[in-house]
């Protein structure tokens, strides 16, 4: 049950796309097609942004979409808005009914 | 609305037990799966537990296997986390999540509740 490997920060200016990268392994990201990706604002809970690698829950942005090629899931915000700026969590699902998340990534909007 | 609502987090010393709970409302309590998550102040989530619909299916993390146990009162619409031998590195604010189907992802999650583990 290691973490999921994402950078620790990325940033790009307001109309700019950035990509987050999620690395795990076949027993993770590469062996099933349930990776999820959350926002999380200081203080807040953490707000569900795409599941099942590339899906959009109704009342999130076209501006964020997913994806995955082999043991590596992505996150892409295209488009930066300032409210964007938060940490993001990938998760995958891990097997035998457990998950595990990713170290997270700060976003900074310059 | 969804609403998940944690207490009972607190200080408590190492090698002490604390019972976290999770009051639910706005959805059907008892047809959902759901989660902890717990996350160390300023780093990152950690899954922690999760369990089915009637409470008889459970899963762990290796870092709380023995030590928490996951349950849950579908006539209080309340998840529960009973954790015994408690570590300073249990502590963390520990959020309930609601899974979105059987074993697929949370979903909605709570504002937390901290647990300090300290002498």
């Known amino acids: 049950q290691s973490a999921l490997t994402q950078p620790r920060s990325v940033s790009g200016s307001p109309g700019q796309s950035v990509t987050i990268s999620c690395t795990g392994t076949?027993?993770?990201?590469?062996?099933?097609?349930?990776v999820t990706w959350y926002q999380q604002h200081p203080g807040k809970a953490p707000k569900l942004m795409i599941h099942?690698?590339?899906e959009r829950p109704s009342g999130v942005p076209d501006r964020f979409s997913g994806s995955k090629s082999g043991n590596t899931a992505s996150l892409t915000i295209s488009g930066l808005q300032a409210e964007d700026e938060a940490d993001y969590y990938c998760?995958?699902?891990?097997?035998?009914?457990?998950?595990?998340f990713g170290g997270g990534t700060e976003l900074t909007v310059l | 609305e969804v609403q998940l609502v944690e207490s009972g987090g607190g200080l408590v010393q190492p090698g002490g037990s604390l019972r976290l709970s999770c009051a639910a409302s706005?959805?059907?309590?008892?047809?959902?799966?759901m989660h902890w998550v717990r996350q160390t102040p300023g780093k990152g989530l950690v899954w922690v537990s999760r369990?089915?619909?009637?409470?008889?299916?459970?899963s762990y993390a290796d870092s709380v296997k023995g030590r928490f146990t996951i349950s849950r009162d579908n006539a209080k619409n309340t998840l529960y986390l009973q954790m015994k031998g408690l570590r300073g590195e249990d502590t963390a604010v520990y959020y309930c999540?609601?899974?979105?189907?059987?074993?697929?992802?949370?979903?909605?999650w709570g504002q937390g509740t901290l647990v300090t583990v300290s002498s």
């Open positions: 999540a609601r899974d979105k189907g059987y074993g697929d992802y949370p979903d909605y």
């Open positions: 706005g959805f059907p309590f008892s047809s959902y799966w």
């Open positions: 369990i089915n619909t009637d409470g008889s299916g459970t």
């Open positions: 076949n027993s993770d990201v590469g062996g099933y097609n349930s």
């Open positions: 099942d690698v590339s």
């Open positions: 998760c995958s699902f891990a097997g035998s009914y457990t998950w595990v």
